[in-house]
């Protein structure tokens, strides 16, 4: 299947012939936070899906492409695979531990895991393994998910950062070096191994296998984390109200934050072309060339002209 996908709030679409993919998720002025993802595409047709077209749900929560070329959607009412033409749709009544899907990922052994508002679910293809508690600890609303250069899949969740080691072990650590709680984890990124960053809508941390210690900005204060990408070689933080930064040499530099991304950044994403693409929270798609600086779309409309 040669198409991508991209997915917005009460629609997913799918675009054919990708120049590339734009990642833009808006937090939206209510109690719970969607996701919206642009794809821009070139003399091609956007076609809108929606439940009427066969998802489960039109609340679109995330959107996945594995390596065989199908589509995994996460929503609100179940998760699906979509092959270009037809969606496969699987709720709890197919052995879903939950049907709130927040994040998708594949593994090196070519497991779909999903995390969801109860913890995960392991599809190897037949049948799914549910998870929803480490060590008795609860590990619902994991929302972000990665794999690690020895095959170990971490995850962030509302009751802190959990480890699945390759041999099925897993291990929760949900306690700061004072012994408080961590806030939810919004996002994670492995720094090497055994040391992830750390990102929460209130603090940001470096977790070094056993503990978390706290990354405060120049001022002393804490850094809303809200998301954390790899852009042309830097590590690069989004947070709420905070603007952004440059994680380096274990510091935080903050980076010039134009007034329309300063009420958060959800989602950062790189081109090819080293363009980078902000989602900025409630402004839109924000878009920085080397050459132009910063440009602002409030619309699909807009950045697809």
Request: glycine share 10%.
């Amino acid at each position: 299947m040669e198409s991508l996908a991209f997915y917005c709030h009460n629609r997913f679409i799918v675009a054919d012939f990708i120049l590339f993919l734009i990642a833009l998720k808006l937090l939206l002025s209510i109690s719970f936070t969607l996701t919206t993802w642009v794809c821009l595409a070139s003399g091609s047709t956007i076609k809108v899906f929606t439940a009427n077209d066969g998802l489960p749900s039109s609340y679109v929560f995330t959107a996945f492409q594995d390596r065989s070329g199908y589509i995994w959607v996460g929503t609100y009412g179940g998760l699906s695979r979509f092959d270009g033409r037809n969606f496969v749709n699987f709720t709890v009544n197919e052995g879903l531990g939950s049907n709130q899907i927040l994040k998708i990922m594949q593994d090196k052994r070519n497991n779909i895991i999903a995390g969801s508002f109860f913890g995960i679910s392991i599809y190897d293809g037949v049948k799914f393994r549910n998870i929803e508690k480490i060590s008795g600890v609860s590990i619902e609303r994991t929302r972000t998910l990665i794999e690690d250069k020895h095959g170990n899949i971490w995850g962030g969740c509302r009751n802190g950062l959990w480890k699945m080691e390759a041999s099925g072990k897993m291990k929760i650590f949900s306690k700061d070096a004072q012994q408080a709680p961590i806030p939810p984890i919004w996002s994670i990124y492995e720094l090497e191994p055994n040391k992830i960053l750390v990102g929460t809508p209130f603090k940001f941390y470096i977790f070094d296998g056993n503990s978390f210690v706290e990354i405060k900005n120049k001022s002393g204060e804490s850094i809303p984390a809200t998301i954390i990408s790899k852009i042309e070689g830097k590590i690069i933080i989004g947070t709420y109200r905070k603007g952004w930064y440059e994680f380096k040499n274990g510091e935080v530099i903050e980076l010039p934050t134009p007034d329309y991304i300063q009420k958060g950044i959800s989602y950062i994403f790189a081109n090819s072309l080293s363009n980078t693409w902000v989602a900025a929270t409630s402004e839109g798609l924000v878009f920085k060339s080397p050459a132009d600086g910063f440009s602002r779309y409030s619309s699909i409309k807009d950045v697809y002209q």
